[in-house]
T-cell receptor, first 115, second 114 residues
């Protein structure tokens, strides 16, 4: 069965610090997709990135980077030089092909970035 | 485009009352789903649909019904509301056959059951 674990409930950092949000997943499928979503204090859910199971290349987008390692079933998210606007709840999610892209979320990590 | 539209945004119910949360999308997405968000629990999947006429249960389906008569609409029905159903509900849709799977979310509906 699908499962996503985000062990960090809350993280607090000072602006300009780097921070890594951990995500560990479980799946029996060989074809699956991993996602990160952001939920700022305003409450909407914003898509950040998608990665498929056959592409283990790390990705960088500005201050954001993602590290996908199938060997450890992890898909970690790093924010470099954090800013106050990064304060939000971040969700990792897993979507399996056989489930018709049924998407299961982790419990989320709340990030506080202090000025 | 409107994207994913949920109504109502806020609702207060008494225990035992029934109601329907409406969800509509104008992106011709095959896949639609309902989640509930509770503190510390993340987003939990209630029901989902991979196309008109097809629905399936998610992680927490008890107490909820869904139907999918059109591609655009995916209403969520609470048959007999209970205080445990107090939550924020999100409807989401995505392309299925494209392989993207990225979810587009509505703005959420906050439900309180007294």
């Amino acid at each position: 069965a699908q499962k996503v674990t985000q062990a960090q409930t809350e993280i607090s950092v000072v602006e300009k610090e780097d921070v890594t949000l951990d995500c560990v997943y479980e799946t029996r499928d060989t074809t699956y997709y991993l996602f990160w979503y952001k939920q700022p204090p305003s409450g909407e859910l914003v898509f950040l990135i998608r990665r498929n199971s056959f592409d283990e290349q790390n990705e960088i987008s500005g201050r954001y980077s993602w590290n996908f390692q199938k060997s450890t079933s992890s898909f970690n998210f790093t924010i470099t030089a954090s800013q106050v606007v990064d304060s939000a709840v971040y969700f990792c999610a897993l979507s399996e092909i056989t489930g018709g892209f049924k998407t299961i979320f982790g419990a989320g990590t709340r990030l506080f970035v202090k000025a | 485009n409107a994207g994913v539209t949920q109504t109502p945004k806020f609702q207060v119910l008494k225990t035992g009352q029934s109601m329907t949360l409406q969800c509509a999308q104008d992106m011709n997405h095959e896949y639609m789903s309902w989640y509930r968000q509770d503190p510390g629990m993340g987003l939990r999947l209630i029901h989902y649909s991979v196309g008109a006429g097809i629905t399936d249960q998610g992680e927490v389906p008890n107490g909820y019904n869904v139907s999918r008569s059109t591609t655009e609409d995916f209403p969520l029905r609470l048959l007999s509301a209970a205080p445990s159903q107090t939550s924020v509900y999100f409807c989401a849709s995505s392309y299925r056959t494209s392989g993207t799977g990225e979810l587009f979310f509505g703005e959420g509906s906050r439900l309180t059951v007294l």
